[in-house]
């Protein structure tokens, strides 16, 4: 039983919102999930439709959460896309590949959904609009996008958790030139099918999973695939099966006849631009009287990434870090900030919370980390999640996770090798694995 039960909303019923409603109810808490979609998932529903604007630019655009590719395979293999208790395992009549298309991902999502009763504790096609602290209390105002009753409602909670994801506001890059060029731009956010693109010349801006992916998913029915790129010091591509994609440096210009010139002094009339260039954060709901501020992609002050200092534990963020294991991280988020709320684990003091967060950022200024990797884990990853793993008082967690997620990082980010997830050697890492059992033993 819990120490102390709290009302806690929980916003968002992806990944991140249903572990945390998991972990919350385990520790005895009331919970209320807040979900816009008509489903569990978040962004792993595929959705044929995008956003109203290819561009994601115009705010009033109509959005489309997911991001998520017709094509889209995992880029992580099922061992680490599961939790602690509940593994990404293989079912009979299912996607059996270590790394299986975005249905199998979204299957497992439902699944664990049912077994944890996630989806009676949900309202569904409940957009939240407001989060608002009214003294000791929240106050969460939210809208039915039921067709026929578009009613507002407003709930007091004790608590709440934002799981709203981090994929939905498109960032872009400065290029000159630009906004003349005549052909189709997309944001990857908006990216579905290849068809659109046969015997195109077809530029993509990034170098991220997002073009890794849709470069070679394009490249099966265009012309000529060119990434933009800055220059990767490490760079060093396996290209051998794909024949129609290279690789140049950032683009310098682009004219309004389609000419499209890049800084290494090549140039060529290409008819569509792809913009990878990644997200932003974006929280619209949430009112704070700036004491919680989005600044050049940076949420802060949050404390270990999950706390405002001046709201702990009454408000706290699941799912922003990112280049990580994001399933293991969120669970373990989420078990930290439920134990949290019942008093299982005291938080340091407001003060000691704020300096830490200082700390960080003058460690992050001083050995050369932009403000806007804030939330990047990367290189210190499994620092982050073993400090968790304390926190809670877990078991250490298992190394071959953290060696799983840099082998994946080499192959997207710097050998580019497309063929990695069906190269992949099952055997060894199950080896690998089972050692690591024996040892446990
Ligand atoms: P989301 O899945 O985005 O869920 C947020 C939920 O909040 C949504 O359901 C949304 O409808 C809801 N919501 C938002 N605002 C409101 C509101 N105001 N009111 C009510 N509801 C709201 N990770 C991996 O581990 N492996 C991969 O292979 C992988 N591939 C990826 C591919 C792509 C293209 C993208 C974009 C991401 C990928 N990721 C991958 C990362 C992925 O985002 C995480 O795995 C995970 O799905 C994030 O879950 P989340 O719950 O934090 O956010």
Request: aromatic share 10%; with cysteine.
């Amino acid at each position: 039983m819990a120490l102390h039960s709290v009302k806690v909303a929980v916003i968002g019923a992806g990944v991140s919102g249903l572990i945390a409603a998991r972990e919350l109810q385990k520790e005895g808490h009331n919970v209320v999930i807040f979900e816009k979609n008509k489903r569990v998932g978040g962004t792993w529903i595929y959705d044929s439709k995008s956003d109203s604007d290819p561009l994601s630019i115009d705010p009033t655009r109509e959005i489309v959460h997911s991001s998520v590719y017709l094509s889209l395979r995992t880029n992580l293999p099922r061992h680490i896309m599961g939790f602690l208790d509940y593994p990404f395992a293989k079912r009979e009549s299912g996607d059996p590949r270590t790394f299986p298309g975005h249905e199998e991902v979204l299957h497992f999502l439902e699944e664990f959904a049912g077994e944890f009763g996630i989806h009676g504790l949900t309202r569904f096609e409940t957009e939240v609009m407001k989060v608002e602290s009214k003294g000791n209390e929240w106050l969460v105002e939210s809208r039915r996008l039921t067709r026929g009753n578009d009613s507002v409602s407003e709930e007091v909670f004790e608590a709440v958790v934002v799981c709203s994801g981090n994929y939905v506001e498109p960032k872009h890059g400065v290029v000159p030139g630009i906004e003349k060029f005549p052909g189709l731009q997309i944001h990857s956010h908006n990216y579905r099918v290849p068809h659109d693109f046969k015997d195109q010349v077809v530029i993509l801006i990034g170098i991220g999973p997002s073009s890794f992916d849709i470069s070679r998913d394009i490249a099966t029915v265009a012309k000529e695939v060119l990434v933009a790129t800055r220059p990767i010091p490490d760079l060093n591509m396996k290209l051998e099966n794909v024949r129609n994609i290279c690789f140049h440096t950032l683009i310098k210009c682009v004219y309004e006849d389609g000419l499209v010139a890049f800084e290494d002094g090549f140039s060529i009339h290409a008819d569509a631009i792809i913009h990878c260039t990644g997200y932003k954060y974006h929280i619209p709901f949430l009112e704070t009287n700036g004491i919680i501020t989005i600044e050049d992609n940076r949420v802060g002050p949050l404390y270990k990434h999950v706390f405002p200092p001046s709201m702990a534990p009454w408000l706290s963020f699941i799912g922003l870090v990112h280049k990580e294991t994001i399933f293991n991280v969120v669970e373990l988020q989420a078990k930290w900030v439920a134990r949290v709320l019942s008093g299982k684990i005291i938080l340091p003091t407001e003060e000691e919370m704020m300096e830490s967060v200082k700390d960080f950022y003058q460690f992050m200024e001083e050995n050369g980390f932009a403000k806007r990797h804030t939330h990047s884990l990367r290189p210190f990853q499994s620092d982050y999640k073993h400090w968790l793993v304390e926190q809670i008082g877990l078991p250490p967690l298992e190394n071959w996770k953290d060696d799983m997620l840099m082998e994946c990082l080499k192959n997207i980010l710097i050998e580019r090798n497309e063929m990695y997830r069906d190269e992949w050697d099952d055997n060894h890492w199950d080896a690998i694995i089972q050692n690591d059992q024996l040892h446990k033993n």
